[in-house]
C-alpha cells in the first residue's frame, strides 16, 4: 500500500510549525530540510520543505508564499487518553496566538485546526441509552475545550 504524507502549506513559517508540533507530541521529530536555491519563488536558502513526523505519522511543511491559508476544512484529530492529555494537547496549540472554537475544535497560531477530543467523549456520545447520548451532546455543544468531568455529569442527567 503507498504510504500518505499530510502536506502543509505556509507562508515562511513551516520549520517554526515543525519544531513547534516536535516539542508538543511524543516521539516526533524533525527529518529533513530542503532550502530554495536561486531562481526559486522565494529567497535563496529560505527553508522550502520540512519534513518531520509527530508519533510516527510523516508530514511535509512546505513554505510555498501566502498564496493558500488553511481553513478549518481540514482538521487533525488527537485522540486523548484523560482530562490532563486534553489539557496538554489545548493548551500547547491554543499558546502563543491560537484560537479556542467549539466542539474541541482549535487553531493553532499558524492557522492549522485541531479537534482535541477525548475517547471518553466519543464513548458518552456513543451510548447505547440515547437520552444519555443526548445530554452527552448536548453539554459538548456548550463547550470549547472539553471537559470529561462535566460530559459525564451531563449524560448522567
Not at 78 to 100: F, M, S
Not at 132 to 141: I, T, W
Amino acid at each position: 500500500m503507498p504510504s500518505i504524507t499530510a502536506n502543509l502549506w505556509f507562508d515562511t513559517q513551516a520549520e517554526e510549525a515543525a519544531t513547534l508540533y516536535t516539542s508538543i507530541f511524543p516521539n516526533s521529530r524533525i527529518d529533513h530540510l530542503e532550502r530554495y536555491g536561486p531562481g526559486a519563488p522565494l529567497p535563496e536558502g529560505t527553508v522550502m520543505t520540512v519534513a518531520f513526523s509527530l508519533d510516527g505519522t510523516p508530514f511535509v511543511g512546505l513554505n510555498g508564499g501566502p498564496a493558500f491559508a488553511f481553513t478549518e476544512a481540514v482538521s487533525f484529530i488527537i485522540e486523548c487518553a484523560d482530562q490532563a492529555e486534553v489539557d496538554h494537547y489545548w493548551d500547547a496549540l491554543t499558546a502563543d496566538g491560537g484560537q479556542e472554537s467549539q466542539c474541541a475544535w482549535l487553531k493553532d497560531r499558524f492557522g492549522v485546526s485541531w479537534q482535541v477530543v477525548p475517547r471518553r467523549l466519543m464513548e458518552l456520545l456513543g451510548d447505547p441509552d440515547p437520552e444519555r447520548a443526548g445530554r452527552a451532546m448536548e453539554a459538548m455543544l456548550l463547550m470549547r475545550k472539553i471537559d470529561i468531568a462535566a460530559v459525564e455529569r451531563a449524560a448522567d442527567g
